[in-house]
């Protein structure tokens, strides 16, 4: 009977401390994934947040992250094409991936062939959804959904960090929304097409890239052209990313006037952005302070 209990105990004590092993690419997905997740999951990412997420060099490490891991979140539409090396060189066959991608509507899919003369264009649409926060919602819901189908008895746990998290998320969207009304419609330019997403989302108007195809380097007649827009349209900021270089930016305002700000678009992409909403509140106080 003694040792019936310890045995009873035992597997309680084991089942009450079990943990779903999380991966994520990014930062983002890292930080929503511990919102729902809490002390249910360990999770760890493989794109720190001052990395442009579409580049990463493989490392063996990345590999031994993904061998014990249960699931693999990633943001897809082909943004991570260095994925399928680290799942391949992980030997993990009982990784589930998951693309959050699924529970969104993407934006910008081409309608016709591309190529690579049009530079660095996603056959599946952009990739850059999660600066929308209502996408962000609809990714954590995805996640919740995954937790489950992974640890059905923690299953309310889950479903209560998510509703947390989702109160939490639309008291800021509300005040985003608030914060961001003095700019609607207002014309500013972007270093890379990371943004119909979010200025769909607050009603900004984007008129025209520093790149001048989706990551093709500036060159100077393409800096004249976006020179010329800004000043014909009275614009005020050039938005660009932390990893992006800012001397084309830098150059462009210096002709006109205009100002830059290199906000963080991952969470850790800056010191003190610590979360996906201090992301978003960096980037939106920064365009309300400056626009």
């Not at 310890?6 to 930080?31: H, P, R």
Request: zero cysteines; a neutral charge.
């Amino acid at each position: 009977m003694f040792n019936k209990i310890i045995l009873i105990l035992l597997i309680f004590s084991i089942s009450s401390f079990a943990q779903i092993k999380v991966v994520t690419t990014t930062t983002v997905i890292y930080d929503l994934v511990k919102n729902v997740g809490g002390d249910k999951v360990e999770v760890d990412y493989i794109s720190r947040g001052d990395q442009d997420v579409h580049f990463l060099e493989i490392l063996p490490s990345y590999m031994m992250k993904l061998r014990k891991a249960d699931i693999f979140f990633q943001i897809g539409l082909q943004l991570e094409m260095w994925a399928p090396q680290l799942v391949d060189g992980s030997r993990n066959s009982s990784l589930k991936i998951v693309y959050l991608s699924d529970a969104i509507a993407p934006k910008e899919i081409p309608t016709t062939k591309i190529d690579a003369s049009q530079g660095d264009v996603h056959p599946q649409g952009n990739p850059h959804y999660w600066l929308d926060p209502e996408n962000a919602k609809l990714m954590a819901k995805k996640i919740y959904e995954e937790l489950v189908e992974q640890s059905p008895n923690d299953g309310s746990y889950f479903k209560k960090n998510l509703d947390n998290y989702l109160s939490k998320l639309d008291k800021k969207v509300a005040e985003w929304q608030n914060k961001m009304a003095q700019l609607k419609q207002k014309e500013m330019i972007f270093f890379h097409s990371s943004w119909i997403y979010f200025t769909d989302r607050f009603g900004i108007k984007i008129a025209g890239y520093v790149e001048p195809k989706p990551g093709i380097p500036p060159t100077p007649s393409h800096n004249a052209e976006i020179i010329r827009i800004i000043q014909q349209k009275d614009i005020k900021l050039i938005v660009t990313d932390v990893f992006y270089s800012d001397n084309a930016p830098n150059q462009i305002a210096k002709a006109n006037g205009a100002k830059v700000i290199k906000v963080p678009t991952q969470v850790y992409g800056i010191e003190n952005v610590n979360s996906y909403i201090e992301m978003m509140d960096y980037i939106i106080n920064q365009m309300t302070a400056n626009g």
